[in-house]
Every structure is written in structure tokens, then in C-alpha cells.
């Protein structure tokens, strides 16, 4: 039981006081940064889905 006292207590330690956490700017601006990747990839997938769809349908109808 000790030992997880001593764990918790150096993980407590360690939290407040060895991490560095990021400025309320710099968290936001990851967030943004994320969002936007996420736009731009969802994007991408759904203008490469809707080509093959366009191109199968196509190939289906012309047999």
C-alpha cells in the first residue's frame, strides 16, 4: 500500500510541477488546427467517394 501512496504522490509531484502545459492561446490554436485538418480531409474523402461513385455508375449503365 505504501507504494501506491509514494506513486500517487510522485505523479501528483510530477503533474504540477515538471509539466509543462500549454498556454489557453496555444491550446486553441492547436484546436483550430485540427478542426480544420480534419475539414480538409473529410473533404478530400468525400470528393474521392463521389468520383468513383460518378465513374462505377458510369461503367455500370454503358454495359
Not at 515538471?18 to 480534419?38: D, Y
Request: net charge neutral; glycine share 4%.
Amino acid at each position: 500500500m505504501a507504494k501506491v501512496v509514494q506513486f500517487v504522490k510522485e505523479s501528483y509531484e510530477e503533474m504540477t510541477q515538471k509539466v509543462t502545459w500549454p498556454t489557453w492561446g496555444n491550446l486553441l490554436n492547436s484546436a483550430v488546427l485540427v478542426l480544420v485538418s480534419s475539414l480538409i480531409v473529410a473533404i478530400v474523402i468525400f470528393a474521392m467517394d463521389k468520383g468513383a461513385t460518378f465513374i462505377l455508375d458510369t461503367f455500370y449503365k454503358s454495359l
